[in-house]
Structures are given as C-alpha cells and as structure tokens.
C-alpha cells in the first residue's frame, strides 16, 4: 500500500542515509552478522576499525549427535514413510517466503514425484499458509507443524532442507540444516 504514495520511496532512502550517517557519526562500533549485512547498509563508510561481525553461534554438536525423529504420520503411513522429505524450519512469514512451498509442492506432484515438504514454525502468515495449502490441494505434500522442540531430531530425519527466504541477514536455520548434514536448497539471497 505505502509503495503505492509517489515519491515516498524517494522520502524513505533519503532518511535512511540520514539514520547511517547519525550512526556513523556517533558509533565507536558498529556490529553486524555479516559482512554482506555491514556493506548494504553501510557500503562500509567509516574507519575500518568501526565495524565488526558478530557470527551467530551454532551448537553443532546438537545437530550432529541428535537421534532421527519421526515426522507425524511418517512411522505408520506407508506413502509418507517412502516419501522424499524435504524440512523448512523458521518464521512463517513474508520474508521466509514459504509461501512457495505449497506451488512447489503442487508442481512436484503433478509430474508424479513422492515427496512431503514439513514446515517448522509459526507466524502472522501461518492461516494463509494453511489456507493456500488447501486450496491447492496438497495437504497431503506439504505439512504444518507449528513450534517444536525436537527440531534438530526432525532434521536428522529429513532428506533436503528447503529455505526459499527472500530476505536475509545471516540465516542460522542453514547453519543448522548443515551442521545436521543435510544439504540445503536455498534462494540466491545476500
């Protein structure tokens, strides 16, 4: 909607040039979780010894070591115990973008593959996700599994992590997904 107003665009860049330079300005550090994060936003303007990147801790070992968990329905089911299964783990939001996930879900079964996506997570999209999975008609591909605490088990059981983010500053699910050894299918974001 506010995208819409001509020329605010133009008012909100130039207030936020305004905001890096207030904090260039009075900042003896400034931290970021990448360097790809400090450059967007601060093209890294400034003394050197001003930035600094402040990795995001992983406890790999959580990943690693954790024993397989079955996904519901997965242990008694036949389809879904032979199914190819592919895990997305974070927000249900706008800048995760599971949003695809249902079209991708709905493609893959037109063309006849056996594949069940899980989704870890909830957020303000969580109905329209639901919604949308419904209305394709692959509520048996794609699942919703709301908050849990036996993510890294559920990792170690899955096939291939799915991150369609479309907005990202340093992603630690793709640090987990890697840290449980499974590979990652991922958007070409910063």
Known sequence: FLSKIPGLDAVFERFQIHERERVLASAT?????????????????????????????VAV??????????FPDQGVNPTKRAAFKIINVGNVDYSKNQAIIPEVASQLKKRGFNVVF????????????????????????????????????????????FHPSIVEGFPISVLEYQAAGLAVCGSDIG
């Open 29 to 57: 550090c400034v931290l970021g979780c990448s360097k790809s994060v400090l450059d967007e936003h601060f093209q890294l303007r400034g003394s050197s010894n001003q930035f600094e990147i402040l990795y995001p801790p």
């Open 61 to 70: 070992e959580r990943f690693r070591d954790a024993l397989p968990v079955f």
């Open 118 to 161: 899980y989704i870890i997570g909830y957020g303000n999209l969580y109905n329209k996700l639901r919604e949308k999975i419904f209305s394709l008609g692959v509520e048996n591909e794609v699942v919703l599994l709301g908050k849990r605490s036996d993510v890294p088990g559920l990792l170690r059981n899955a096939d291939l992590a």
